[in-house]
């Protein structure tokens, strides 16, 4: 029986991602930290002076789910919040020194990674599946932002 194409390109992304989730998870372990403490030193070092709700945004967590990861990572000093001056209730997110030198040691691992994983995976397939990738990406969206938003419109009188 022939499965459809489409439904198994999504099957196989779904299985990769949750195996690739757990091989990250472990790598990182072997560094002192989390796959999800991981992702926040990286995004921190992209966008430094975040506020905490553009980040819980941003990495598509919960506020509360955040707090608690910041909170660990502040405790590991690894991060440091500090005031917003626009907005007292407000804090921005940089990372300390400490922070940064481990997201360096982490992206050593992620390039090693790469290149365990993808090794003997030419550039053209490597760009394509970005491609195929970036669609998805945008469509999930795309539906996710539809089905959040319909709710609530249904629920407008006219």
Known sequence: MKRPLRREFI????????????????????????RAQWGVLTRLRRQEGLNQAALAELMDLQPISLARLLDRLQGQNLIERREDPAD??????????????????LDEVRTDIARELLGGVGDEVVLAALDALAVVREQTRAQRDDRTQAPAETGQTA
């Open 11 to 34: 099957f196989q992304l779904v299985e990769t991602s949750r195996m690739l989730r757990t091989y990250v998870d472990q790598r990182a372990r072997q560094h002192g930290t989390t």
């Open 88 to 105: 007292r209730r407000a804090y921005r997110l940089y990372l300390t020194p400490a922070g940064r030198e481990l997201v360096d040691e």
